[in-house]
């Protein structure tokens, strides 16, 4: 069965610079897409940035990239230049073919000023 | 643009009441639904999607079900709440020009008394 790790249930970082949020996973499947979500406090989640698989380069969208390491089987997240509105709760999720999506247990950023 | 709608935004129900959750989705169709719950401080559980009217897959037996009697409106119901229904129950979409991204709406914050 699949799984999402997330060891880490809360981080702080200074503003403006780097973080990394960890992330692995166990699948079976050679198909499959990895996201990352943020939910602030509000409680909405907000779609960051995905990695497919098959993906032969690292996703980046804007401030957030994505360092996949297909062998390792993580698929961390980094936020470059972190601002006080990145504070927010992390999600990293799996889909397999099937649709649904497995998520971890959370990481909770906490920017400092 | 696609936008998606939930309501209630809060609810306080006693044990043993009914419960109708309703998500509606515009600006697009055919979409898949789905409906999650997020337990204080964890990550989010599939509970029930949709691939079409009528159409309604259930993830975990629970004391809940799902309808989905039109195309783009997708509701959770109980007949009678337990304790453990309480969490923030999220509803999400899929089906954009990125066909691997789930969108999800604002979320229904439920306790159960």
């Known amino acids: 069965a699949q799984k999402i790790t997330q060891t880490q249930p809360g981080m702080f970082v200074q503003e403006k610079e780097a973080v990394t949020l960890d992330c692995t996973y166990d699948t079976s499947d050679p198909s499959y897409g990895l996201f990352w979500y943020k939910q602030p406090s509000s409680g909405e989640m907000i779609f960051l940035i995905y990695?497919?698989?098959?993906?032969?380069q690292n996703a980046t969208e804007g401030r957030y990239s994505l360092n996949f390491q297909k062998a390792r089987k993580s698929a961390n997240l980094v936020i470059s230049a972190s601002q006080l509105g990145d504070s927010a709760m992390y999600f990293c999720?799996?889909?397999?073919?099937?649709?649904?999506?497995?998520f971890g247990s959370g990481t909770q950023l906490t920017v400092l000023p | 643009s696609q936008t998606i709608h939930q309501w209630p935004a809060t609810l306080v129900q006693p044990v043993g009441s009914p419960l109708s959750l309703e998500c509606t989705v515009e600006g697009t169709s055919n979409p898949n639904l789905y409906w999650y719950r997020q337990a204080a401080g964890r990550g989010l559980q599939l509970l029930f999607y949709s691939v079409g009217i009528g159409q309604i897959s259930s993830e975990v037996p629970q004391n809940l079900s799902a309808s989905r009697p039109q195309d783009r409106q997708f509701i959770l119901s109980s007949k009678k709440l337990l304790l453990s229904d309480s969490g923030f129950y999220l509803c999400?979409?899929?089906?954009?020009?990125?066909?691997?991204?789930?969108?999800f709406g604002p979320g229904t914050r439920l306790t159960v008394t």
């Open positions: 999720a799996m889909r397999l073919s099937a649709r649904q999506l497995t």
């Open positions: 990695q497919g698989s098959y993906d032969q």
């Open positions: 999400a979409w899929e089906g954009g020009f990125r066909t691997y991204e789930q969108y």
